[in-house]
């Protein structure tokens, strides 16, 4: 027993290790001057402390459309996917008719198709439609992609709220529609917090479908913070705070909705 319970914290301890050290290492880059880091003895004396790559990249308007335009997508993304996804895991969740189980599979089965795949035929149908390089082409294009793991995700949810709570709801005059509202979202609040956050840090951190479907009309943040490696030479520096600031957001949001996030986790996965 305890040697399975100090086998178990080793394990979490060199996750956590394998998790925690590239991001530290990458801050330490962003406030550090490159060259204290690569010496033959690291230099990380506080007075060559900086904040200088970050005042320069926040000022740069060639780095801040990128973050505008990666925040705009991937809000309106997770609206628009929630919004959707949360009324189609309710049916889902309640309701039984012929070939149920077969599409939630065939949904999850499409998400197994790897996105190099689809990638030019969704090059091609936006050019076609006028939307490659536009941010309604890849809110569109990240909602048909994220949606259905939506849907997947609210669905062990929903399930988990007892039926006997909507009845009662129903005997007090309730319809359909407010017993989702008034009953069914309020106690799925960790659910949907989980599942929020899920779409947003996808969408968000996306590089590739965002290579390929953008250029520059509409710059995404992943795609500008690679720029940063050229074809002989690298700035270290700025892409290390380029990399934490857009990490930033997404850890602001776990942290902020921690709790939520293993209520939800927890909740999703038992039936009540």
């Given amino acids: 027993m305890i040697a399975r319970t100090v086998i178990h914290r080793a394990l979490v301890v060199l996750l956590m290790l394998y998790l925690v050290v590239p991001f530290g290492w990458m801050v330490l880059y962003s406030v550090f001057p490159s060259s204290n880091l690569r010496s033959e003895r690291m230099d990380l004396s506080p007075a060559d402390l900086t904040l200088a790559s970050y005042a320069s990249l926040l000022s740069d308007s060639s780095f801040l459309v990128p973050i505008r335009n990666s925040l705009v997508v991937a809000s309106a993304t997770t609206l628009i996917c929630m919004a959707l996804g949360s009324l189609c895991a309710y049916v889902f969740a309640r309701f039984r008719f012929r070939g149920?189980?077969?599409?939630?599979?065939?949904?999850?089965?499409?998400?197994?198709?790897?996105?190099v795949v689809l990638a030019v035929p969704l090059f091609v149908l936006l050019r076609a439609f006028g939307l490659y390089d536009s941010m309604l082409g890849m809110i569109l294009t990240y909602t048909a992609f994220i949606l259905p793991l939506v849907i997947w995700?609210?669905?062990s949810f929903f399930e988990s709220?007892?039926?006997?709570?909507?009845?009662?709801a129903r005997i007090d005059g309730c319809t359909r529609l407010g017993i989702v509202r008034?009953?069914?979202?309020?106690?799925?609040?960790?659910?949907?917090?989980?599942?929020s956050i899920f779409a947003f840090i996808t969408a968000w951190s996306d590089f590739f479908l965002a290579k390929v479907l953008t250029s520059n009309s509409t710059p995404l943040l992943p795609v500008r913070t690679a720029a940063f490696q050229g074809i002989f030479a690298m700035d270290y520096t700025a892409a290390a705070t380029a990399g934490v600031i857009t990490a930033l957001p997404v850890l602001v949001l776990a942290l902020l909705a921690q709790k939520w996030i293993v209520q939800g986790i927890t909740e999703g996965a038992v039936k009540g």
């Fill in 100 to 115: 149920q189980q077969t599409l939630l599979l065939g949904m999850m089965a499409v998400q197994a198709i790897p996105a």
């Fill in 153 to 155: 995700m609210m669905v």
């Fill in 161 to 168: 709220i007892p039926v006997n709570l909507e009845k009662a």
């Fill in 182 to 195: 008034r009953v069914v979202l309020p106690l799925s609040g960790p659910g949907l917090a989980a599942t």
